[in-house]
């Protein structure tokens, strides 16, 4: 199956096609609907792990969409950072899908499996395309669904969240089209290799405007991860949204993050010239400032999910910091924390509900209640999630940013880089153990009113959890291949040849049978 | 003709960002419309205004429009149509389940918050401001 030249398109089509046969499932009821979506998720779990193998084999794998060459076709492009996003995002869909199955969320409302499914097409179109304006497009498949798994379940304040997430978008969506629109009017091309090579031979007359337009792009990408100052949707949006939906969009500020670093990396990557990395410090400002904004929303929530919400900020930011930091070794340990952020998130997202449940009508605010059921078992969770989540050894958010700090060690600002990151840490920890001393020990007398504790629901926790361990025990070798990978999208030459060069296939195989 | 465009680019961007940066969700939609409007006309002089030549290759003709623009604008077209017609639905909802269209959905304006007393009161639904002035009349 490796062989086979359209294996990057299978990632699209497994959840693209079953996100209409679930649809059309609908009458034969909720529980096949389930199943569909479970087989289909596993699957889209076995296409990545050979993606993954091909991508660490062959290093790029071009899909010419159509059989149109490029730049004058759309093509997809597999490298080991898309193949390693798309795992992830599998992983991550797995979890969460199992979560809103054994919570009943699905049964809230229509089509949440159609939606999970057509979001994760959006999501994995979106690391996958080698085409600007093809990532504008799946971007809106992405957006489109995430709305409607935003709103599913409904309720007052999710669709306050709901309408301030859509407007914030679709401003994003009509900057990215300006931005698209000028860099095609400037550069007269729109796929990525092709808009490396013509920044790279750009004349002088056109460098402002081009820097022009890729900070605009910047600013698009960075409504979408949700970086300073442009945030401010998240923490509403996330906190108010239902948990397998929250730990799903854990991915989705790494999206935009992703964007940053496959669009601009590429576009003006280190060959690009007068504009190579002038984006750089940009980023790594942002990440700074948001990091401490971040730091003190986590210090303010005034419920765990709010919380949890700004945590997911925090790491972000520090993501950025480690984008900005501009060297291969800083986007190796970038890459390791993302992996472990984002699953380290969504567990929490989950554990928050799981905890907001069992307090009954206290919910996940910061108030002393009645101890919930199974306190004992969810408190030990919880250390575990706010261990690994504000970076305390010996888990893996620990090892993510000693990377990071290690890597900032040769940077200009590092003494900025180094006090912002363990100021920000301290401040987490500092409000994790608050909150978690009030959750679990500053109780009230009597009974509950929660419900038990949904045990199917904690495997999610349990297996996200253990992928964190993993990730300790194995980090000599994730951190090598996350080096590898950031080697490998540093060096923007054998890229943009395999994407220009990759000839249309001859139809050979068709004819073979005659 | 592109100082025209230009200008017209222009004004129809600065109306969209003054609407949408209003409090209440319907002139935000129209503003979010005019932007896309606005992105939409941009896209297509992005390929560059030309005058009098065929939209496809014809051999006969010197030249021919760069067709990519006006592709690249169909599909914008349809999606903003599409999230637009999303954001309406969505706004109705927030109107309905917060009792007023305000995108923040606290605020009444004087003259909602007058016929509010009026009405039948909608219980849990109504909104801080409007609660702050049913307390005080029932204080005088």
């Known amino acids: 199956m490796t062989d086979w030249p359209s294996l990057p398109f299978l990632a699209l089509l497994v959840p693209l096609l079953g996100g209409t046969l679930i649809l059309l499932a609908k009458p034969f009821g909720l529980r096949l609907q389930r199943i569909l979506g479970l087989l289909l998720t596993l699957g889209l779990l076995f296409v990545s792990v050979d993606l993954l193998e091909v991508a660490f084999e062959q290093g790029h794998r071009v899909y010419t969409l159509g059989n149109w060459a490029a730049p004058y076709g759309i093509v997809l492009v597999l490298d080991a950072l898309s193949a390693m996003m798309v795992s992830l995002t599998t992983v991550l869909a797995l979890a969460a899908l199992w979560y809103a199955i054994a919570s009943g969320i699905d049964r809230q409302g229509a089509h949440f499996h159609v939606l999970f499914q057509i979001q994760l097409f959006g999501l994995n179109g979106a690391f996958l395309t080698g085409d600007v304006f093809n990532l504008f497009v799946f971007f809106e498949v992405l957006l489109l669904a995430s709305y409607g798994l935003l709103l599913h379940g409904g309720g007052r304040l999710r669709t306050r969240g709901g309408l301030h ?142 919380q949890v919400a700004y945590l997911v900020l925090a790491s972000v930011a520090t993501l950025l910091i480690g984008v900005g930091l501009n060297t291969p070794q800083a986007l190796g340990a970038t890459l390791y924390y993302l992996i472990h952020s984002t699953l380290v998130a969504a567990a929490l997202f989950l554990l928050a509900d799981l905890i907001a449940k069992g307090r009954g009508s206290y919910a996940d605010r910061f108030e002393s209640a009645p101890a919930m059921p199974q306190a004992v078992l969810l408190g030990g969770f919880f250390l575990f999630g706010a261990i690994a989540m504000t970076g305390m050894p010996p888990l893996s958010g620990f090892m993510g940013k000693v990377f990071i700090l290690d890597a900032a060690l040769a940077h200009d600002w590092s003494a900025w880089v180094l006090g912002m990151i363990l100021v920000s840490s301290l401040l987490m920890i500092v409000a994790m153990a608050r909150s978690g001393s009030l959750l679990f020990y500053n109780t009230l007398d009597g009974a509950s009113n929660g419900e038990a504790l949904n045990r199917p629901g904690l495997v999610s926790v349990l297996g996200l959890f253990l992928i964190s361990v993993g990730m300790v025990v194995f980090a000599g070798p994730i951190l090598g291949m996350t080096e590898a990978i950031a080697e490998r999208a540093y060096d923007v030459g054998p890229y943009v040849d395999q994407v220009l060069n990759t000839p249309t296939q001859d139809a050979q195989w068709l004819k073979g049978g005659h | 003709m592109e100082i025209l465009i230009a200008f017209v680019i222009g004004a129809m961007t600065a109306s969209g960002v003054f609407l949408t940066l209003r409090g209440r969700t319907f002139p935000v939609v129209l503003g979010l419309t005019l932007l896309a409007y606005a992105v939409n006309v941009f896209l297509f002089a992005m390929g560059r205004l030309t005058v009098g030549l065929p939209a496809v290759i014809d051999p006969t003709q010197g030249g021919y429009a760069d067709p990519l623009p006006q592709a690249l604008v169909l599909t914008a077209i349809v999606i903003a149509f599409g999230m637009t017609a999303f954001l309406i639905v969505l706004a109705l909802k927030a109107r309905a389940e917060m009792g007023n269209d305000h995108v923040d959905g606290l605020h009444l304006s004087e003259d909602e918050a007058s016929l509010k007393n009026t009405l039948p009161p909608r219980s849990q639904r109504a909104s801080r401001k409007a609660r702050h002035a049913d307390q005080q009349e029932a204080g005088q």
């Open chain 1, 165 to 306: 997430y859509v407007v914030i978008n679709l401003i994003g969506s009509t900057l990215f089209l300006f931005a698209v629109g000028a860099l095609y009017g400037l550069l007269g091309t729109l796929n990525m290799a092709d808009m490396a090579q013509a920044v790279a031979d750009l004349p002088t007359s056109d460098l402002a405007p081009v820097a022009a337009a890729g900070l605009l792009l910047l600013v698009v990408f960075a409504i979408k991860a949700a970086f300073f100052p442009l945030y401010l949707w998240l923490p509403g949006a996330y906190a108010e949204t239902s948990a397998p939906v929250a730990a799903l969009f854990a991915i989705m500020t790494k999206v935009g993050l992703y964007a940053i670093i496959r669009v601009h990396g590429t576009v003006f990557g280190p060959e690009a010239g007068e504009l190579a990395f002038y984006h750089q410090p940009f980023v790594l400002t942002a990440g700074l400032i948001g990091l401490g904004m971040a730091a003190l929303g986590v210090m303010a929530a005034k419920g765990l999910r709010n």
